[in-house]
């Protein structure tokens, strides 16, 4: 087992954890065999401070590999050749991913797909006719698994041979939403990959809806709202993505539906509106990696 992995592990159990105090230790080699040891033997300093807060995070940390191991998921820390280098520009980048599927970031186009859980008909019905011959063209779609938008997005992937890349917002044992658990099967079948930066063991919080959008909006070439509410979560990460420089395109509606409210407010605020899967293609040409 290497320390860097065991070490990464902090992360998932204690979020203060940060890059640079993982940096700064994984690259010593201390071989440790129970958590007393290395209690004793680490030097003064923020990841003694970090462990004496969790007496218990060696064998936490190991039960977390030993699960992942077992389940056959893959994992992958910061710095590694198949970490996703757009997460170096999050301020607070994961250190450790683990996944199931394959690193399919690395060699596919990428598009990011955010909206609500409870779209209207016309906009599936958009995705279908739009999204779809870009997919088979070999666009990934990457989103988050949950129930609308996102769960259409990742369909229309499946349906048309292509990997999708969905970021849970919970561990790869304590899928959420639940029903999802029966979507990995066909997208690790279809080349994609399911992607958690939280324990296995970890139940969905609601903090953990923003924090894993901010690795689907970053991960994508750009970032498309379908449909959002005024005050949503895809409206949050969207205008994150602008802040952050990033191409957002934004489906457009009528100014008075309540569903799209924040959709049109994001036009306002930097946002492209788009009409067709041309438009799409032409934005995602002009945008940068």
Known sequence: ????????????????????????????????SYPEKL????PRGPLKDFVRERPFWFREGIKILAWLEKNKSSIVCYGEEDYPKEFYLLNEPPILLSFEGTSCWKNNKLLS????RYPSPKSLEWMDQHLAPLVRGGLCLVSGAARGIDQRAHAICL????PTIAFLPSGLKETYP???????????EHGGAVVSEYSPFQAM????????????AR???CLLVVEARLRSGSTMTARLAIENSQSVCVLPAFPNDQNFRGSVDLLF?????IRDSIDLKMLMDLSHS
């Open 1 to 32: 087992m290497q320390w860097k992995y065991l070490l990464a592990t902090l992360r998932m159990l204690t979020p203060k954890f940060d890059v640079e105090t993982f940096l700064h230790f994984s690259a010593h080699d201390y071989l440790v």
């Open 39 to 42: 209690l004793f033997e680490l």
């Open 113 to 116: 797909v955010v909206g609500s």
């Open 159 to 162: 349906r048309n041979n292509t």
């Open 178 to 188: 639940s029903e999802f658990s029966e979507w990995k099967k066909k997208i690790i």
């Open 205 to 216: 919080r609601k903090h953990h809806f923003l924090e894993r959008n901010r690795m689907i």
């Open 219 to 221: 991960l994508g070439k």
């Open 269 to 273: 605020n930097g946002a492209f509106p």
